[in-house]
């Protein structure tokens, strides 16, 4: 039965209150990183984002999400077809062409197909039939989420196209898989980043991995980032600087996008980095109690999936901040500038509370 009457007290205000303190903290960052610079009003747009990130998380919340997963097929389809889109009459910004541009809003199309793929994952793997994934099952999963991300690599953008992959695996691993099959895909895991390197990543993207493994080889060059990000975050020291001299004086450039993580550690210290870490573990874990609370099979999967989407991203943006990660391009999820992928979080949380919800229906 469909949950018709849901009160605002049913929903989870723990991850509310969380997403709503992380959201606040990262504008307040944009803004002090991006004062008297070209970049100035990104703050009160950024906003903007999260008023909207928010009235699609309530509304979200008010959707049936077995609904939503029975049209997760025509969505995956419309999804692909806009990435076409994209790469056809896209807006190209730093070389990329990512976005739609939309009565002036550039709308990233990659960022809200990670909730389809959400969908879709629960789908198949919720009429799957036994209690381990067989080969023909899990060749057809993999090779639809495959399409998406090599739509994606064509923008390109190597970042968002591998946070697929986690939503992917927390499925599958969900699902169940036998041994030898799991044996094969940590092989494949292993080899798959090798011959990439060699045969599929454009130049740019090789520098990067260069600079990862050895920066000070092209300190003024592709290794120029990491370099002033790891001496941002190591000036924050305990208690932070009260104004961070690598923000300050532009050493970061960009510094309220992919590489704001450094700005606030700078600024706030090792207390606060603590601080914002603690936030989002405990964002985390409230996401996965939701899946072990879920009413029912699909709904565990929907919540798994945006939980292993959330850490992917935290660890992934965090690692290549301090130098333990290639640069990827992966935004720091609802602290980062930028209106498609704190929308797209929030209305992801939004699942999560329409899961919740479910277990409220008489």
Partial sequence: ???NVRGLRDLDWVIVTLAVVIAALGMIQIYTATHETRWY???WRQ?????MGIGGMLAMSRADYHSLIGKSMPLFV???V??????VVGTTVFGSRRWINIA?????VSEFAKLVIILLVARYLTSTKNDTLQVRELLKIGGLVVIPMLLVMRQPDLGTALTYLPILGSGILLAGLRNRHLAVLAIAAVVTPVLAYHFALKP??????DSFLDPESDPHGSGYQVIQSKIAVGSGRLFGTQKGMQTQLRFLPVPHTDFIFATYAEEHGFVGVVVILGLYFLLIMQIVHNAQTAPDRAGTLVCMGVAALLLFHLLVNVGMVVGHMPI??????????????TISMFLMLGLVQNVRLQRFVH
């Fill in 104 to 108: 002036g809003f550039h709308f990233q």
């Fill in 204 to 209: 740019y993207q090789r520098s990067r991995v």
């Fill in 47 to 51: 906003a903007v984002y999260i008023g």
């Fill in 82 to 87: 806009l990435l076409v889109v994209v790469l």
């Fill in 328 to 341: 990827t391009g992966i935004p720091l999820p609802l602290m980062s500038a930028g209106g498609s992928s």
């Fill in 78 to 80: 419309i999804a692909n």
């Fill in 41 to 43: 009003n990104a703050w």
């Fill in 1 to 3: 039965m469909r949950l």
